[in-house]
Every structure is written in C-alpha cells, then in structure tokens.
C-alpha cells in the first residue's frame, strides 16, 4: 500500500511565487525525503529531514516534518520556469531499508 | 563522476516476447533497486539488492519479472513473455548504503513499451 501521498496532485503557479506541496503517510518514519523529477526520467534528491527534525532548509527550499501528523510539506519559494517538475516523497518504515514513494505533485511555472 | 546507467533508453517489443534492462550503479555502491513508473503515476518498488542479494523481491508483479546482480555492480531485470500492463518507465537507483538514511541516486530509466 502506497505510504506516502502528495496533495495537491497538480499546482500551476506564477513565476515568482511561492509553491507548497504537501505528504501524508501512514506508519512511523525514521525519515522523509523529497525528490524531484523531470520529463519522467530519473528522480534527483532534493532534501532529506529525520523523524527527529521539525524543519530544514536547502536554498529556496523548506521542508516541514510533523510526526504528530504524518505530515511534511515542501515549500519552494521565489519559483522559477526552470521548477517545472514532478515532486515526489518518499518515506520509510521504521526498519525497512527501502523507500516508498507517493504519486506526486506536478508544479508548472507559468512566466 | 559517471551516474546510474541504464540502457537501453527505450525499448520497443512485442506482446509474448522476454527483454532485458540493464542497469550500471554508481562505482562502490552496494544498494541497487528497481522501481516501475506508468504514465503519470508514482513509483512502485520492484526489487532490492544488498551487494548481490536480493533480501526484498516484494514488489515483483508476476512470476514473469525477475532480477539479478553480479559482481556487486550491473544489474539485469528480465520481463519474460511480456505483456500490455508491462508497458512503463523501469527505473534503476543506486546507494552507498542499504537503509533509508541514505539518498538514492538515480538513472535515466527505460521506456518500455509492449504492442
């Protein structure tokens, strides 16, 4: 079963704004990451955060983790044409030595 | 430094006919694992090796899929008799380490299509 999944599933924005996507999953985590994908090729990795981190940032990126929840989002801010992409996340099982990942956001930045 | 490999790019077959995907990690890893992606979906994990192990052959969809690894580095994933529902992108990812912990390097995949 699916454990992690993205909502919204498609989100068209303006160049310059912000874009928030957000995961839910079901079971315990020892971690979340998030992955970006390009014209359905191969993912590339964007931002790792541990179940005992509540918030990290990469460059324009944040990333939110709320255990209680399930939750975590991804916030790109000051989006650009060249984000236009696939977001995936992709969690653990506590044990498990292998990722599931969601179906996706797809962002489209419009210019 | 050279990526995840995967060849062919694409591959056209017909129904009933066996392919086979090949996958070239990146130098040292020890973790390799095969995902399938259909148009517009997320991944569905197929398989996982640790060295030349396969601890976790969980997702396989069928008896027809089948997967090796050799010398701890190329990895093959066979399709016998393929069908239709076969018809995806087969990713291929590798990782220094077989736990969570650790980022998973992709490759460009390879479109499958079965006609």
């Known amino acids: 079963s699916q454990q992690g999944e993205e909502d919204p599933q498609a989100l068209s924005i303006q160049e310059g704004e912000n874009a928030t996507m957000n995961c839910s999953y079901k079971t315990s985590i020892n971690n979340l990451q998030w992955y970006r994908q390009n014209s359905g090729r191969g993912l590339v990795h964007l931002i790792l955060i541990r179940s005992n981190e509540r918030e990290k940032h990469s460059g324009r990126l944040r990333v939110t983790l709320d255990t209680s929840k399930k939750s975590s989002s991804l916030l790109i801010t000051a989006s650009r044409a060249a984000d236009t992409a696939s977001y995936f996340c992709a969690t653990d099982a506590q044990g498990a030595q292998k990722l599931v990942f969601g179906q996706g956001t797809r962002l489209t930045i419009n210019p | 430094g050279a990526g995840v490999s995967q060849s062919p790019s694409n591959k056209v077959t017909e129904k009933g006919k066996d392919v086979e995907l090949r996958c070239d990690p990146i130098?040292?890893?020890?973790?390799l694992y095969w995902y399938r992606q259909s148009l517009g979906q997320g991944l569905e994990f197929l398989i996982y090796f640790q060295g030349n192990s396969a601890p976790d052959k969980s997702g396989l969809p069928s008896d027809r899929f089948s997967a090796e690894r050799t010398g701890g580095s190329v990895s093959t994933l066979t399709i016998q008799r393929t069908q239709q529902e076969d018809s995806a992108v087969y990713l291929c990812a590798s990782s220094s380490q077989t736990s969570s912990f650790y980022e998973q390097y992709f490759g460009p995949g390879t479109r499958l299509t079965v006609t």
């Open positions: 130098s040292g890893h020890t973790a």
